[in-house]
């Protein structure tokens, strides 16, 4: 089916010519209001990036993924791999709270949140525009052949980016192995961690690779959240929207001219300046209606703004609202779909909660032995063999650890040297131990067993395990 002439638009995206070759994009530099409230977000926003894994809260670092331990810690709270069902419930809230938000208020995230737009626009553009200067001279300096100026100005540029792209590498290691880990290789130097490094300067090439060279087409392209918008968005989304009605009036959008008087020629408010467009930091023109490529930055908002301003227009021809809102001046309010979403995110948060509630700080799996079944020793005696796995979830040790078995005669054999044991701050404990009961105490072939588990005298967590026995005594 063929494209309709005024959605062709759509067939392409901005950073690819008609050739298939990439069309390198050179925003003009922003400013205005919006522009000046993103910089004080991103200043906020970076700092927290930069400093969350060297801040503790109880002993533990604030954010850490660490994927090689399997160890989590989320805004201070420990998670271990036993806790995968608080994790994934809480991811699940992360989906239906974007998903709730993006119904209300579009792409919001992406132009004010996300890491991506953060660093690009608010770091790595704006180096550029330091040493390149604004869209014209980057147009310029492209053009030009490869002086001293220009070498210089690429050289400053691209070890500049290294620099950063090298410590946001570090960063993110310190998001995964720890940051009192980091600052420890740090300190014993590479070359004692030639492991780490290797990976470090992975990360950093491909963070260059991101900002230097495959920018903003991670928003266009790659990102699976800019693909969502199609099915999330709808006619009373609040987005980044020109008004189309004001801005093209009855007889279309016109150049401005001096002393002309565009409402009595029924010309719209958009004098076609171009200025929205060379703003866009994805290049498009926001002017064609709610495109995939728009990150909702609000560049384009403050830059036409002062379009407004100049020609003695009101302004908000480009601003935040939904389609409903343009055409038949509807205000922002919650629909039947926001409402679902959102009793779906209180029921959500009040099942983690309650989790979070009833989570035991220490926690005991002990699992028969796979293949094992039982031994008949003297004096009538029936052993089972386990291995037991236990996780100290606090930041304090946990000394004098035993298990006693509850309701039944027996005894609790650990394969170690000791009868207890010590679980290290945020530790795991793990061995092999018999647990041997009389044959006639025995009630049929499979018996569950109670098992307390003991820090000194203090119950600390209770788990219950299957024994087998034989047959003929059922
Ligand atoms: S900046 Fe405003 S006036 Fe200029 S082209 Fe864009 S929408 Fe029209
Ligand atoms: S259209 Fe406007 S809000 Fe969207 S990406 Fe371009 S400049 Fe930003």
């Known amino acids: 089916m063929e494209t309709p002439e005024n959605e062709v638009f759509r067939d392409s995206i901005g950073t690819i010519d008609e050739e298939g070759k990439r069309n390198w994009i050179f925003p003009k530099k ?16 970076l700092a927290f990036l930069f400093a969350a894994p060297f801040i503790k809260i109880n002993g533990n670092q604030f954010l850490m993924f660490n994927v090689l331990e399997r160890r989590f810690n989320i805004f201070g709270f420990p998670f271990w791999p036993q806790d995968f069902h608080l994790f994934v419930i809480s991811m699940i809230i992360g989906v239906v709270f974007i998903t709730l938000f993006t119904v209300g208020f579009g792409r919001i995230f992406c132009g004010w949140i996300c890491p991506q737009t953060i660093f690009m626009e608010m ?45 946001i590498a570090n960063i993110f290691l310190a998001y995964l192995i720890g940051g009192d880990k ?15 490094l290797f990976p470090l300067l992975i990360f950093t090439g491909v963070f260059y690779f991101i900002f230097a060279w495959f920018r903003e087409q991670v928003c266009i392209i790659a990102c699976p959240y800019g693909r969502l918008q199609g099915v999330l968005l709808d006619n009373k989304s609040i987005v980044v929207a020109y008004d189309h009605k004001r801005g093209e009036g009855e007889n279309g959008r016109k150049k401005f001219r001096k002393n002309e008087d565009r409402d009595a020629l029924g010309h719209g408010d958009c004098i076609d300046c171009f200025q929205c467009v060379h703003v866009c930091p994805t290049g498009i023109d926001i002017r064609n209606g709610t495109q995939l490529e728009c990150v909702n930055c609000t560049a384009c908002i403050d830059e036409c703004d002062t379009i407004m301003e100049k020609i003695d227009k009101p302004k908000g021809l480009i601003r935040y609202a939904s389609e409903d809102n343009i055409e038949k001046k509807e205000p922002f309010k919650l ?8 009793a779906v995110l209180v029921i959500l948060i009040g099942v983690l909660l309650g989790m979070l509630a009833l989570r035991n700080d220490v926690e005991a799996r002990v ?7 039982y031994e008949h020793k003297d004096n009538d005696i029936i052993s089972n063999v386990y291995t037991y796995k236990l996780v100290n979830k606090t930041t304090e040790a946990i000394d004098n650890v035993s298990f006693k078995l509850r309701g039944i005669d027996g ?11 010590t679980v290290k701050e945020n530790g795991l404990a793990e061995g092999t131990l018999f647990i041997e009961l009389k044959q006639s105490d025995l009630s049929g072939d499979k018996n569950t067993l109670t098992i307390d588990v003991y820090s000194g005298d203090k119950l600390i967590e209770t ?7 034989p047959r003929s005594y059922n």
């Open 367 to 373: 699992l028969r032995l796979p293949g094992q079944l």
């Open 463 to 469: 788990t219950s395990v299957s024994f087998l026995g």
């Open 30 to 45: 922003p400013s205005g209001p919006y522009w000046e409230k993103r910089k004080l977000v991103s200043y906020f926003l």
């Open 335 to 342: 629909t039947a779909r926001m409402k679902g979403y959102i």
């Open 182 to 196: 980091l600052l420890r290789y740090v300190k014993e130097g590479p070359s004692e961690h030639l492991g780490t």
């Open 411 to 421: 005894e609790i054999k650990l394969v170690s040297t000791s009868d207890t044991f």
């Open 123 to 167: 770091v790595f553009r704006r180096i550029e525009f330091w040493i390149d200067g604004d869209r014209n001279k980057q147009i310029r300096l492209k053009k030009q052949k490869w002086d001293a100026e220009k070498i210089r100005k690429r050289t400053l540029k691209w070890f500049i980016f290294l620099v950063i792209s090298f410590l």
